[in-house]
């Protein structure tokens, strides 16, 4: 017996070949771009002096829990020392010493780190937002539908189209943009 394909199921097949080309055409990648987000962060105006103290700041946190982490190694080495000619209720004393002393230490640390990301927000997030604001705009002008960050350390990408690069693009822009961000950051390079 032979199938004759009727009008009707014509008109379907005609229907989802349409719907499967249209799905396939909203699916396919659009145009692909990428930048090196930490070059147009340098010459970002009063990123590199932000970012600089910043990490002077840090540097100075660091060196705080450096100081007290060697004070509390100084104390457990004097007790292990002396502990043998301690009598078991001073051992324990000195031993309840030197775990309140790790735990102040602990708490320092977590204060510091708190303090350390809020200053971060405070002095090189509002550059790393105009940067992103700038990157977005770039990206729906030039009508790109993904743009990679190929400054990273995880950067995958083994050769790439140099006029796919809106690294410059991009930092004429911020560099056009309105002034440096304010929030405590130093004034502009």
Known sequence: M???????SL???AALVGSAATASAQAAPGRVAYITARAVLQETPGYAAAESLWVREIDG???EITRLQTTLDSAATKFEESSVMLSATKRNDERR???DQQAALQRREQELQQRAAARRQELVSPFEKRVTEVIEAVRKEGNFSL??????QANQI???DLTLDLT??????VKQASPAPSGGAPGND
Do not use: H
């Open 2 to 8: 032979r199938i004759v394909p009727t009008i009707r």
């Open 11 to 13: 008109i379907i097949a």
């Open 61 to 63: 946190f660091r060196n």
């Open 97 to 99: 010493k030197l775990v």
């Open 147 to 152: 743009v990679f960050d190929v400054s990273g």
């Open 158 to 160: 083994v050769a790439a």
């Open 168 to 173: 410059q693009r991009v930092i004429e822009r």
